[in-house]
């Protein structure tokens, strides 16, 4: 009886849970449309409770299409709902809730990874589902308004704290020393350069080179340089894997920055070695990754895990499997990071925290 009892429990544990997971899927493609159509950002700006037509005309938005969209949001417990004395429907985004909704929020902001989900559904599903039956990876080519994507997803993480915090916590400020006197910086899958061009304006005494491998976020890249008008970078088209060969960057860089582009890499070590041949003797090289371990057991209870391993089921992985590639996914975890870093030759290797982000390691590598 007693185990009867326990089964029947876990069962309607189980089916609260798979409930839940619906109910959750669907309130991230809902709010990921939302963040994207700047109905957060509205509705941060209105003080009080507004009904859905001011809501809608603020936003310039339809107000049928705005309606449902609340109904979502406020079942999902994301706005609040309050009736007028007329007993009309008033809807509101408490400030607590906008602190993680919206862009001012910096790098607190994760209604930007709303959009994540459903983008890569979108661009990835069908070569994802072919890839389960040949083993093959999926071409970049495939996933469509990804890098501007990433553009976004990088201004929301960098504009905030990247000069400000972390650039201050490499090697106790010395980079940033560095940085105030000239030197020569890369950063590498550099996407559309928000992160480059942050530095080289924060930094004029220095130049700084972003590569990539996509051509059409190299030309966005130069184009907001241009516009920006930031003298001190330059943008070029680069496979990281094929650094070693021949010497154009030898030795070029004093430091070396790669944010979340390693483990996208069909042969991630020889990037590595890569970094290690363009950077100048004393350089230093800084490598952020998602924090993570590399044996999933120990990432059960990692509070973002089914979201980044599907990120990575439907991105990182595919990519990283082109070409007969090694296909690591985002999270392939310190050790393995570690151990790659080891064999491409550098000998100094810490991981880090990086100020006020939980969400990545830095892997902060000397010659």
């Known amino acids: 009886m007693i185990r009867y009892v326990k089964k029947m429990r876990k069962k309607e544990l189980f089916s609260k849970k798979l409930t839940d997971i619906l109910n959750m899927g669907a309130l991230n493609l809902a709010m990921g449309i939302g963040y994207r159509v700047g109905l957060f950002e509205v509705m941060d700006g209105f003080e009080s409770p507004r009904p859905v037509a001011a809501i809608a005309d603020k936003a310039g938005l339809d107000q049928r299409y705005v309606a449902e969209w609340l109904g979502v949001m406020v079942t999902g417990g994301i706005i609040e709902l309050v009736k007028s004395e007329n007993l009309d429907n008033l809807f509101f985004l408490p400030g607590a809730h906008a602190d993680f909704l919206t862009r001012r929020s910096g790098n607190a902001n994760l209604g930007v990874y709303t959009q994540e989900i459903p983008l890569l559904t979108r661009c990835g599903m069908d070569g994802v589902m072919d890839g389960f039956t040949t083993g093959d990876g999926v071409p970049f080519a495939r996933y469509q308004n990804f890098q501007a994507f990433m553009a976004e ?10 000069v400000d915090k972390f650039l201050p916590s490499v090697a106790g400020g010395e980079v940033v020393k560095r940085l105030k006197r000239g030197i020569r910086v890369c950063d590498l899958g550099c996407s559309e350069g928000v992160a480059l061009l942050l530095m080289a304006q924060a930094f004029p005494q220095s130049f ?36 070693t060969e021949g010497n154009k960057f030898r030795q070029c860089f004093d430091y070396v920055t790669a944010f979340d582009s390693i483990h996208d890499q069909t042969r991630p070590l020889a990037a590595l070695e890569g970094v290690y041949h363009i950077l100048a003797p004393d350089g230093l090289f800084s490598m952020i990754e998602i924090a993570a371990e590399t044996d999933l057991q120990a990432n059960i209870g990692h509070p973002m895990g089914p979201f980044l391993y599907t990120v990575s089921l439907m991105h990182c992985m595919p990519v990283g499997l082109m070409d007969g590639g090694t296909g690591l996914g985002m999270m392939w975890g310190r050790r393995q990071a570690v151990n790659l870093l080891r064999q491409a030759g550098f000998s100094k290797v810490s991981v880090e925290e990086i100020p006020d982000d939980s969400f990545n390691d830095h892997f902060l590598c000397g010659k």
């Open 153 to 162: 997803l990088s201004d929301a993480k960098h504009r905030q704290v990247l």
């Open 208 to 243: 700084f080179t972003g590569m990539d491998i996509d051509a059409a976020a190299i030309e966005q890249a130069n184009r907001d340089a241009e516009c920006l008008r930031v003298s001190n970078v330059r943008f070029v088209v680069t496979d990281a894997a094929a650094l």
